[in-house]
T-cell receptor
Framework: QVQLQESGPGLVKPSETLSLTCTVS????????WSWIRQAPGKGLEWIGYIYYSGSTNYNPSLKSRVTISVDTYNNQFSLKMTSVTAADTAVYYC??????????????????WGRGTLITVSS | SSELTQDPAVSVALGQTVRITCQGDSLRSYYASWYQQKPGQAPVLVIY???NRPSGIPDRFSGSTSGNTASLTITGALAEDEAEYYC???????????FGAGTKVTVL
């Protein structure tokens, strides 16, 4: 079955750039939205942004100035870059597949496949 | 509005029914999805769309929407249902995803 696996350094220094990659195995990256979601220790879930397999993106307005999500369809991967990190960016980062549907006039999206998450600590 | 509002905590007696609500203007246009998260684990999708359950999710979980409020109902709660539950939807623009702050469900 399709699985997602995050990879990247567990420790990033303040003011530096956080880089994470998600590898999609067991299926194609095509025809879905792919998101990054994070969760600070003891806090709730925060959507960072998504990329469609074609390359179109959308970001959380509160993070947009620091975030870039890219896709590599050849290697079935998508990536997150977040610049100028601070301690507030310390969190578990999840890569997630987003599916969509429509019922009558209603549209809906849902995160149906999650990676296990990777803890990123921002500290000097 | 881009916010989804959830009650912080709710408790339910073992075997009883509990309803968790999520309020937001965007829910008049988009269905919510619901996620169960247990400590140290990734969230798991339990309800999406009008009232759809992914494979493997028990039928004691159900969803509904009325006006600006989406609800997740657990009918006959089990001890294993004790968890944090998050609602999610798009904001009113449809471009951005947003989560509620989560509801901690305690099974007594």
């Amino acid at each position: 079955q399709v699985q997602l696996q995050e990879s990247g350094p567990g420790l990033v220094k303040p003011s530096e750039t956080l880089s994470l990659t998600c590898t999609v195995s067991g299926g194609s990256i095509s025809s879905y939205y792919w998101s990054w979601i994070r969760q600070a220790p003891g806090k709730g879930l925060e959507w960072i942004g998504y990329i469609y397999y074609s390359g179109s993106t959308n970001y959380n307005p509160s993070l947009k100035s620091r975030v870039t999500i890219s896709v590599d369809t050849y290697n079935n991967q998508f990536s997150l870059k977040m610049t100028s990190v601070t301690a507030a960016d310390t969190a578990v980062y999840y890569c997630v597949r987003e599916s969509s549907g429509k019922y009558s006039r209603w549209s809906y999206w849902y995160f149906d496949l999650w990676g296990r998450g990777t803890l990123i600590t921002v500290s000097s | 509005s881009s916010e989804l509002t959830q009650d912080p905590a709710v408790s339910v007696a073992l075997g009883q029914t509990v309803r968790i609500t999520c309020q937001g203007d965007s829910l008049r246009s988009y269905y919510a999805s619901w996620y169960q998260q247990k400590p140290g684990q990734a969230p798991v999708l339990v309800i999406y769309g009008r009232d759809n359950r992914p494979s493997g999710i028990p039928d004691r979980f159900s969803g509904s929407t009325s006006g600006n409020t989406a609800s997740l109902t657990i009918t006959g709660a089990l001890a294993e249902d004790e968890a944090e539950y998050y609602c999610n939807s798009r904001d009113s623009s449809g471009d951005h995803s947003v989560f509620g702050a989560g509801t901690k469900v305690t099974v007594l």
